[in-house]
Nanobody, 127 residues
Framework: QVQLVESGGELVQAGGSLRLSCAASGRPFSNYMMGWFRQAPGKEREFVAAISWSGSSTYSADFVKGRFTISRDNVKNTVYLQMNSLKPEDTGKYYC????????????????????WGQGTQVTVSS
């Protein structure tokens, strides 16, 4: 089992920045690909960004490219999502997820590859 705890979400004005963190415990962190997903009220959960177990490969949704950056620290067992130039449409609950090592690239955005999920952290962007 892997336990995931997100933090860092808050209310921010449009154009602002936030850094989300996800602390992992349980099985060795470096065994897992890590991803961030988000869900807005009334909408389905969607993929945001993912990073391979080593950190050498990342993949992001088109709507966050150039604004959000995913990174990880395998010593601290933590994955981060740096979010810049935030927009009101970025509002939602952000979830951290862990999945087994495997192919990189676009497939990292497939929700079914992730076995463990955190409880989420709320991000609200005001206009």
């Amino acid at each position: 089992q892997v336990q995931l705890v997100e933090s860092g979400g808050e209310l921010v004005q449009a154009g602002g920045s936030l850094r989300l963190s996800c602390a992992a415990s349980g099985r060795p962190f470096s065994n897992y690909m890590m991803g961030w997903f988000r869900q807005a009220p009334g909408k389905e959960r969607e993929f945001v960004a993912a990073i391979s177990w080593s950190g050498s490969s990342t993949y992001s949704a088109d709507f966050v490219k150039g604004r959000f950056t995913i990174s990880r620290d395998n010593v601290k067992n933590t994955v981060y999502l740096q979010m810049n130039s935030l927009k009101p449409e970025d509002t939602g609950k952000y979830y951290c997820a862990a999945g087994a090592r495997g192919p990189t690239g676009q497939t990292m955005g497939t929700m079914g590859r992730y076995n463990y999920w955190g409880q989420g952290t709320q991000v609200t962007v005001s206009s």
